[in-house]
Nanobody, 124 residues
Framework: QVQPAESGGGLVQAGGSLSVSCTVSGGTFTAYGMGWFRQALGKEREFVAAITPNGGYAYYSDSVKGRFTLSRDNAKYTVHLQMNSLKPEDTAVYYC?????????????????WGQGTQVTVSS
């Protein structure tokens, strides 16, 4: 059973930086495109960033482009989301997910395996 598990997160002031990571157990990591989604209180979950299985290409939502960087270490079965210039509106629970259907996907429905989420809070 493929199981992503997030780590990192926490509280940071606006303008600061934070990193969240996701380690995947089970399965063959290099077979999966990985994605990050987030859900703010009272809002629907939204796409943040995704990366291809070989790590050669990453795609970002407009709201985080230029501020967030997604990378992966296939030897360690881990993806890293570096978040810079954080804003209060980035406050959310961040979820890591894995999918095998496409090289890269922004759609929740394509993702089969989800982590439990990690809280990121940005204070103003």
């Amino acid at each position: 059973q493929v199981q992503p598990a997030e780590s990192g997160g926490g509280l940071v002031q606006a303008g600061g930086s934070l990193s969240v990571s996701c380690t995947v157990s089970g399965g063959t990591f290099t077979a999966y495109g990985m994605g990050w989604f987030r859900q703010a209180l009272g809002k629907e979950r939204e796409f943040v960033a995704a990366i291809t299985p070989n790590g050669g290409y990453a795609y970002y939502s407009d709201s985080v482009k230029g501020r967030f960087t997604l990378s992966r270490d296939n030897a360690k079965y881990t993806v890293h989301l570096q978040m810079n210039s954080l804003k209060p509106e980035d406050t959310a629970v961040y979820y890591c997910a894995a999918q095998w259907r496409r090289a890269l996907s922004t759609l929740e429905k394509d993702y089969d395996y989800w982590g439990q989420g990690t809280q990121v809070t940005v204070s103003s």
